[in-house]
């Protein structure tokens, strides 16, 4: 059943192989079972490693890294959009709103140490 259920493959038509292509099926299924979860088998020899930096990724990462992402709405995603958010309307709105917000928090905190207040 460890090769047939993953596969979809009912039992009876399993049984119903010859027995060297049942043998095979097993056999291969044995070998891939010691494969890493990056992909690698032991009996494919010794690999190494290079780190390949994705711009994307990298961007993605920051913002997953945020305070903004962390005090996001539950049920927020992060979605990405080609071209730079110098061109992005959204982003355009975004940054237009955050510069209201600081200009407002500015304005409070002005009243809020104005003499005679």
């Known amino acids: ?15 119903g192989w010859d027995p060297d292509d049942q043998d095979a099926a097993l056999a291969w299924r044995a070998y891939e079972s010691r494969r890493c979860p990056q992909g690698h088998h032991p009996d494919e020899g010794r690999v190494h490693h290079h780190i390949n930096a994705c711009q994307s990724c990298a961007d993605r990462a920051r913002v997953e890294a945020s305070d903004e992402w962390k005090n996001a709405t539950p049920g927020s995603h992060i ?16 940054l ?5 917000r600081r200009r407002i928090a500015a304005q409070e905190r002005a009243r809020l140490m104005s003499p005679g207040r």
């Not at 979605?79 to 975004?94: F, H, I, L």
């Open 1 to 15: 059943m460890a090769y047939c259920a993953p596969l979809g493959i009912p039992l009876s038509s399993f049984l």
């Open 79 to 94: 979605s990405t959009v080609r071209g730079t958010s110098k061109d992005c309307a959204r982003c355009a709105e975004d």
């Open 96 to 100: 237009a709103e955050h510069l209201e």
